[in-house]
């Protein structure tokens, strides 16, 4: 008996070791380990330095982890392999893949960002990103308010669509357009250039900019002398995202670089700083360059870019700050946008006036979206009282994307002096947020998230109004519409909005 049940287990153990064997033997055919240090090298920035990339992967099984690093920014992320290709995932956003690929004759080729192309080898002892030296943060303090942005911060960002191709001649043209087009006067008021405007920092450590941007002074001439405001980027890292040189231990003398240029807005992006800093110091890292900002004696708005760790919403103002993004890159895609706005909800009880919660940047008219899906967009950054920052060719707009950018309507509910972030009142496929205006008044939408139309039903109940609707207004038709019952229904396509302004007196 013993025999009988042992015989046929050492039988099916030896089998099963051969059929392992053979698995071993066979599978490099499909499959080699990933597992390794892979760089990626040379990429040419527009100031002629070139970019390396290491990539420290680990695969057990098909499962793969792994610590992307460059000059500009440190990120862990988790994926897998199917074989050889793999796909690796952002560890807070699931799509697109932060990197994908396959390995090929020893190399891993693919995508990186969803965009830009990635070739690794495995790294060589010369592959190193270069090490930096590490300063303590200040002790923390209140950086004075600065009294700007009252509302909401209105305009134009070049990162959405242009990337690296922003130029002075762009900025210039966007400016002349934003004045033409009647953006400006609709509450348009910064030209803000992103990254990839830095040159090489010269030996006394002053940034100029690369050739793309011959004389920033003139630039920011000019464009004040459009009545507009002129809007710029750097890093407390020392490199930027897109691995230019950062503001890292310069933090004064970019802020006065800055001011002396006549810039009216920084946008101060975390990137390669989290491969020095802790999220603990993040607050300390983000008041350094608040003072610094604060004693160059020019009102520049201060708007911080760290992808929402750390519970900025809790401590902006306290850095002087009068944005913050609160979730990763916004892409032109309905996932991403709703996603965006809905990451964005529990920041709502500390928006308010000079001090507000940044979804990140508009993409409307990009054109990756429907004009429903744009409305939407629009409608919502409004109610939660986000930064409208448009970030498209306006020098080419359809006139639905005219239309939705300049709806003086919504405009409005995202202008409201109270300066309230609207929160849904209601979940489900028909999702209604509400916002409480100045005058007493309250913005509502409804938003189809379904794939096919349906009939949404604003309840007044639901608002929180003082007394009965007197009024209420269509903020896309422009026309006023009736209550019943306390009630007003309307058709909404999917992924459109319903949204009124509703008024009890
Ligand atoms: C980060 C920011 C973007 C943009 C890029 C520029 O990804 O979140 O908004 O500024 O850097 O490199």
Redesign the pocket.
């Known amino acids: 008996m013993p025999l009988s049940i042992h015989a046929p287990r050492k039988n099916a153990r030896s089998s099963f070791l051969a059929f392992a064997l053979c698995l071993l033997l066979t599978a490099p055919l499909f499959a080699q380990s990933l597992t390794g240090r892979w760089a990626a090298n040379g990429r040419t920035l527009d100031n002629g330095e070139t970019e390396l990339t290491i990539l420290d992967l680990k695969q057990t099984g098909s499962t793969l982890t792994a610590t992307l690093q460059s000059t ?2 440190s990120l862990d992320l988790k994926g897998t392999a199917t074989g050889n290709p793999f796909a690796l995932l952002g560890t807070r956003r699931r799509e697109p893949p932060m990197l994908e690929g396959d390995l090929v004759d020893g190399q891993l080729q693919g995508k990186i960002f969803g965009r830009r192309p990635f070739t690794a080898h495995s790294a060589t002892t010369a592959d190193v990103l270069p090490t930096i030296a590490y300063i303590e943060p200040p002790a923390l303090h209140n950086v004075p308010e600065n009294s700007l942005a009252k509302t909401p911060p209105m305009g134009w ?1 070049s ?2 669509l242009f ?1 690296d191709k922003v130029t002075d001649k762009l900025v210039r043209e966007i400016a002349d357009v934003m004045v033409s087009s009647g953006l400006r006067d609709a509450g348009y008021i910064y030209v803000n250039i ?3 405007w830095e040159g090489v920092r010269d030996k006394d450590g002053n940034l100029p900019p690369n050739s793309k941007f011959p004389d920033m002074k003139a630039l920011a001439d000019y464009v004040h002398s459009r009545g507009l405001k002129l809007g710029i ?1 750097t890093s407390p890292g020392p490199r ?3 691995g230019y040189p950062g503001t890292y231990g310069h933090e004064e003398q970019d802020a006065k670089m800055f001011a002396a240029w006549g810039i009216d807005y920084v ?1 101060y ?1 975390w ?1 390669s700083a989290a491969r020095i800093y802790k999220d603990s110091q993040l607050q300390a890292v983000y008041q350094k360059f608040g003072d610094a900002l604060h004693s160059t004696g020019r009102p520049i708005v201060y708007s911080l ?1 760290e ?1 929402g760790r750390g519970q900025v919403e809790k401590w902006g103002p306290e850095v002087g700050g009068n944005l913050w ?1 609160t979730t ?2 916004i892409r032109d895609e309905w996932s991403s946008m709703i996603g965006n706005v809905e990451e964005q909800v529990p920041t709502a009880p500390y928006a308010g006036p000079g001090r507000w919660n940044d979804p ?2 508009l993409e409307v008219g990009n054109g990756r979206m429907s004009d429903t899906e744009y409305r939407t967009h629009m409608s919502l950054w409004a109610l939660v009282a986000a930064p409208l920052l448009a970030g498209n060719d306006i020098r080419d707009m359809s006139d639905a994307t005219k239309a939705i950018l300049l709806n003086k309507d919504v405009i409005a509910i995202d202008q409201d002096p109270l300066g309230k972030q609207a929160s849904p009142v209601k979940n489900g496929e028909l999702e209604t947020w509400a916002k409480p205006l100045a005058n007493g008044d309250v913005a509502v939408g409804i938003v189809n998230l379904g794939s096919s139309d349906a009939t949404a039903t604003v309840r007044a109940a639901d608002l929180g109004l003082t007394g009965k609707v007197k009024h209420a207004r269509d903020l896309w038709s422009h026309e006023a519409v009736k209550f019943k019952s306390g009630a007003y229904s309307a058709e909404v396509p999917s992924h459109g909005i319903l949204m009124l302004r509703v008024s009890a007196h």
């Open positions: 500009g920014f960002n990162w959405n990337k992103d990254d990839t980027y930027t995202c897109g946008k992006d990137c870019c992808y993004r990763d890159d990140d940047m």
